[in-house]
C-alpha cells in the first residue's frame, strides 16, 4: 500500500481506483478508509477515486500527539502531493466533511470542486447534537446500538445487520481515538468559509441528529455560491444507506 509523508515526517496510507479526473473522498472521525467501501463503486466508473487513512488509524502512522481538522488537511495535501496532483474533486462526510472545509480553505488551489456531507462549521457556529444523544453514546453498554441508530434508519438496520464500515476502526489505539475527538471537537472554520472559491455542494439527512440537519443551510448560507441539498428520511448514513440518491446527486454536480 502506498504512503505519502507529510511535512513533520507521518507516513500516512492512501488508496486508488478507478479512472478518469481524481476524486479524493474523506471518511468520518475515527474511521479509516473503509467508510467508503459500500459507496466507492458508485464513483470509480467517472473518477479515479482516492481515499486515506487518517493518522490515527488504519495503515498510517499513529502519533500520541495533538491532532487537528486543518492538520489532518495538510495531510490530504500530502497525499496530492505523492500522487503528483496538482488539483483534485474533494467529497467529505462528518468529519472528513470538516477537514475539506480546510482543504479548500487553506489549499485553494488544490480544490476544483467541494462537496460536504453532514458536517459543521463547528460547535462555536454551527448546530451541536443533544446533551442527550452525548450522554447516550457515553455510555458503553449503548455506544454501538446508539450510534447504528444514529447513522441508520430502523427498516434499513432491520434488513442489514451488518457488519457496518462507519462504526469506527477497531484497531485504531485509545489515544488516537482521543485525539481524533479532540479534533474534531475543535474544529471551527467559520471565519475561513466565506473564502472558499471551490464550487461547492452540501449534502445532509433531513432526519440527521448526529449532525443536525440545520447545519446544511447554515454552509450554504456562509460559502459563496454553495446549494445545499437535503435527503429525506436520511439520517447520519445518508451517502450509505440513501447512496442511490446521493451519488447521483454528486456525480451531477461534479459533471
Not at 472558499?196 to 433531513?206: Q, Y
Not at 435527503?231 to 456525480?251: K, M, Q, S
Amino acid at each position: 500500500m502506498p504512503h505519502a509523508t507529510t511535512p513533520d515526517g507521518q507516513r500516512i496510507a492512501y488508496q486508488v481506483r478507478g479512472e478518469g479526473q481524481p476524486l479524493v473522498l474523506l471518511a468520518g472521525q475515527s474511521n479509516n478508509h473503509t467508510w467508503w467501501d459500500p459507496v466507492r463503486a458508485d464513483f470509480e466508473a467517472s473518477y479515479r477515486t482516492i481515499t486515506l487513512d487518517w493518522r490515527g488509524t488504519g495503515d498510517s502512522d499513529k502519533p500520541d500527539e495533538v491532532y487537528s481538522t486543518p492538520g489532518f488537511a495538510d495531510d490530504v495535501v500530502a497525499v496530492l502531493d505523492d500522487l503528483g496532483l496538482a488539483a483534485a474533486h474533494v467529497y467529505g462526510t462528518s468529519m472528513g466533511g470538516r477537514v475539506a472545509q480546510w482543504v479548500a480553505i487553506n489549499h485553494p488551489d488544490r480544490v476544483n470542486a467541494l462537496v460536504l456531507g453532514c458536517t459543521s462549521p463547528g460547535a462555536a457556529h454551527g448546530y451541536e447534537r443533544s446533551q442527550e444523544i452525548r450522554r447516550a453514546l457515553a455510555d458503553p453498554k449503548r455506544t454501538g446500538r446508539v450510534l447504528l441508530e444514529l447513522m441508520y434508519t430502523p427498516a434499513w438496520l432491520a434488513a442489514n445487520p451488518g457488519p457496518h464500515p462507519v462504526l469506527g476502526d477497531r484497531n485504531m489505539p485509545s489515544y488516537a481515538k482521543a485525539r481524533h475527538l479532540v479534533a474534531s471537537n475543535k474544529h471551527d472554520a467559520w471565519d475561513g468559509l466565506p473564502s472558499i472559491t471551490a464550487p461547492t455542494l452540501i449534502l445532509h439527512g433531513s432526519d440527521d441528529v448526529f449532525s443536525p440537519a440545520a447545519n446544511a443551510p447554515l454552509l450554504a448560507n456562509r460559502i459563496p455560491g454553495a446549494r445545499a441539498e437535503l435527503i429525506h428520511g436520511a439520517r447520519h448514513a445518508y451517502f450509505h444507506e440513501f447512496h442511490t440518491t446521493a451519488g447521483p446527486l454528486v456525480l451531477d454536480f461534479l459533471a
